[in-house]
């Protein structure tokens, strides 16, 4: 082991070079804890450092609590951020808002801006994009911008007709508090009470009643079946009864029908003629009026022959006496 022997005369100067040494080091540790802080704070405002971004400016009345590094979003994505935010005072009235927007991105003439947030009060700007059919926005251009009140806008609009309902809403309250506080109220409430426990004993019952009929649906349903069957049975008879009216020579019958029919009409025809006997007898009126007089003569020989029989009759026991 080999061991170094300094000269004494050269020890201060060893432990002044030392002593240099650590306040060089305090100082490198304190300058990367700076650079470090930097980058932490950028990274947490969403700064891209190292990022090529255009350079665009957007021009707005009112920035609404829109502040450095607010993200700019395209359809939700963020294409961008903010860089700072300046009055315009040669535009009195407009604020010029600096934003970085990825270089990648091209954006139409047309395009504008709007200012939005949501309920938790984040804010940020959303770019709507133009067609595109007049050029692209160089980078440095200037952007009309706007603000997006969404719901809460909204809401501030309806805020005067809310107004105007107020005093109809606080009458119409006063009038439901008048009626409620009438005593009527209370008792068409207390028979609705008693309605109530009148239906409830009413459905009991009505279950009872259910209950009564589930226990007679078998018998019912036997007869029910028994029905059934004699109804299937008619119904078999009377497709038997079809089948044999269908089995029928309508045609025949109905030839037959009408040669009778004919016959029929062949015999009154005769009769209304005057050359056949049958028919000079039903119209001829003389033989009427002989039948007529014959019928009168025997009704009349009749009752003489029942007057005077002796007239006509003669019964003797011992012979006929001459007279």
């Not at 207390?190 to 009872?208: G, R, S």
């Amino acid at each position: 082991m080999v061991i170094f022997d300094y000269p004494q005369s050269l020890i201060p100067i060893i432990r002044k070079n030392m002593k240099v040494t650590k306040e060089i080091r305090i100082a490198l540790v304190a300058i990367v804890g700076i650079v470090l802080l930097f980058f932490g704070m950028n990274f947490l405002k969403g700064v891209r450092l190292f990022a090529s971004d255009n350079t665009y400016y957007i021009s707005f009345d009112n920035v609404k609590g829109l502040s450095g590094s607010s993200p700019v979003l395209d359809n939700g994505y963020k294409v961008g951020t903010v860089k700072s935010i300046n009055y315009d005072y040669d535009n009195r009235g407009k604020i010029l808002v600096e934003v970085g927007i990825d270089k990648d991105i091209k954006i139409p003439v047309g395009t504008t801006a709007q200012i939005s947030s949501d309920l938790l009060g984040n804010v940020q700007i959303d770019l709507i994009m133009g067609e595109g059919s007049t050029g692209i926005v160089s980078p440095e251009g200037t952007i009309s911008g706007m603000i997006n009140d969404g719901a809460l806008g909204q809401l501030k609009n309806m805020i005067p007709q809310i107004q105007e309902m107020l005093p109809k809403v606080n009458s119409i309250l006063e009038n439901v508090n008048v009626l409620l506080a009438d005593p009527a109220i209370h008792g068409s409430l207390h028979n609705v009470e008693q309605l109530t426990q009148k239906l409830n004993t009413t459905a009991n019952e009505l279950n009872a009643m259910i209950a009564q009929i589930d226990k007679q649906v078998p018998g019912l349903m036997g007869k029910a079946s028994t029905m059934l069957d004699n109804a299937n049975n008619t119904m078999g008879k009377a497709s038997t009864a079809v089948d044999n009216l269908a089995n029928l020579d309508l045609e025949g019958s109905l030839e037959e029908l009408e040669k009778t029919l004919n016959n029929l009409k062949t015999f009154t025809e005769k009769l209304n003629d005057n050359e056949g006997s049958l028919a000079a007898m039903l119209n001829d009126r003389s033989l009427y009026d002989n039948l007529n007089a014959t019928i009168a003569h025997a009704d009349s020989l009749m009752v003489n022959l029942r007057e005077n029989p002796k007239r006509y009759v003669h019964f003797s026991v011992f012979g006929k006496k001459n007279k």
